[in-house]
Each structure stands twice: as structure tokens, then as C-alpha cells.
């Protein structure tokens, strides 16, 4: 989980109402991305949310046989 400093931050991204990377209020950011120092959650659009979070690791897929 990333922890985010507050204080480049402006007070709708602390709150939660702006994207925390873009800015963008509309639609409301869903996808939680961090925390700020005092434990309360950082929000992210989609598009944002993907490019901050780490890929999934992949499924171990079997070799074909000879």
C-alpha cells in the first residue's frame, strides 16, 4: 500500500472527491490506491488506479508436452 504525503496535495484529493494522480472529480474516484499518514484512504480514478497499482502476478501456466 502506497502512503501518500498531504501536502501536495489539494483538500478534495485528501478527501477522497478528486483522483489523487489527475485531479478528475468526475465520476468520483473509486478505486483505493494508498493512505495518507493519518491512515485515511486515498482514492484514484480507473485509468490512474491501473498505472499506480502493480500488475497481478501471472498463473503458472504448463509447459506444452513433447
Known sequence: M???DPE??????RDGDACVVC???WP???VRVGKLPDNSSVLA?????EALLPA???TVV???SR
Open 2 to 4: 502506497l502512503t501518500f
Open 28 to 30: 468520483r474516484p473509486r
Open 56 to 58: 497481478p502476478m501471472a
Open 45 to 49: 480514478c480507473t485509468e490512474c488506479a
Open 23 to 25: 485531479h478528475k472529480r
Open 62 to 64: 504448463a509447459f506444452p
Open 8 to 13: 501536495g496535495l489539494s483538500l478534495a484529493q
